[in-house]
């Protein structure tokens, strides 16, 4: 199975910073890597697949990159709602897998 | 409006059986794989299974923590797909989403971009 390591676990940042978040597949992905958003109670909600093509209605201070085994979710100017839980996920081969998630909070 | 809505959690006893539902409206259901995850109170997100479209053969994957016990199957004439989960254990205990998998003009996998809002799933005695 293919690991996915997120980093930092937690991260506190506030209005207007640049956000990094990084994944790290335990073996070569390719692009085929999506990252998400999700809100306590609430579903995950798409941001970014195939590594660094943005979700349709995604505001694009949120960007995507790398390939292979690393990734990286950049929010440009973090906004009061992008506060959250973000994760990756690779869709390359079966099992799908997740890194372990990255909670932002307000600084 | 695009929609997945899924049906059929509650409190069930460990060994015993439940079937949801996930009801689609608003996109051509046929076209999509169809994937179901599971979130644990406080838990990160685990993939828990994923069924074909007909066009791609209509089979089954599924994780190693379900398999032989969870089953996926899609009635495309009514839009629904379900997880017949049997032998229920406590660790099944989880939010259940449903989701809907578009594939891109290769045929591989595309975007998961279709949830459900999930539903509850609790094992208990």
């Known amino acids: 199975d293919i690991q996915m390591t997120q980093s930092p676990s937690t991260l506190s940042a506030s209005v207007g910073d640049r956000v990094t978040i990084t994944c790290r597949a335990s073996?070569?992905?390719?692009?085929?890597l999506a990252w998400y958003q999700q809100k306590p109670g609430k579903a995950p909600n798409l941001l970014i697949y195939?590594?660094?093509s943005l979700e349709s209605g995604v505001p694009s201070r949120f960007s995507g990159s790398g390939s292979g085994t690393e990734f990286t979710l950049t929010i440009s100017s973090l906004q009061p709602d992008d506060f959250a839980t973000y994760y990756c996920?690779?869709?390359?081969?079966?099992?799908?897998?997740f890194g372990g998630g990255t909670k932002v909070e307000i600084k | 409006d695009v929609q997945l809505v899924e049906s059929g959690g509650g409190l069930e006893q460990p060994g015993r059986s439940l079937r949801l539902s996930c009801t689609a409206s608003?996109?051509?259901?046929?076209?999509?794989?169809m994937s179901w995850f599971r979130q644990a109170p406080g838990k990160g997100l685990e993939w828990v299974g994923l069924?074909?479209?007909?066009?791609?053969?209509?089979?089954?994957e599924y994780a190693a923590s379900v398999k032989g016990r969870f089953s996926i199957s899609r009635d495309d004439s009514k839009s629904i797909a379900y997880l017949q989960v049997n032998s229920l254990k406590a660790e099944d205990t989880a939010v259940y989403y449903c989701?809907?998998?578009?594939?891109?003009?290769?045929?591989?996998?595309?975007?998961?971009?279709?949830w459900g809002q999930g539903t509850m799933v609790t094992v208990s005695s």
């Open positions: 989701t809907g998998v578009r594939y891109d003009s290769r045929g591989y996998l595309d975007r998961f971009d279709i």
């Open positions: 608003g996109f051509s259901f046929g076209d999509y794989a």
């Open positions: 069924i074909r479209s007909k066009a791609y053969g209509g089979t089954t």
């Open positions: 073996q070569g992905v390719s692009s085929w």
């Open positions: 195939k590594a660094s």
């Open positions: 996920q690779h869709y390359k081969s079966y099992p799908l897998t």
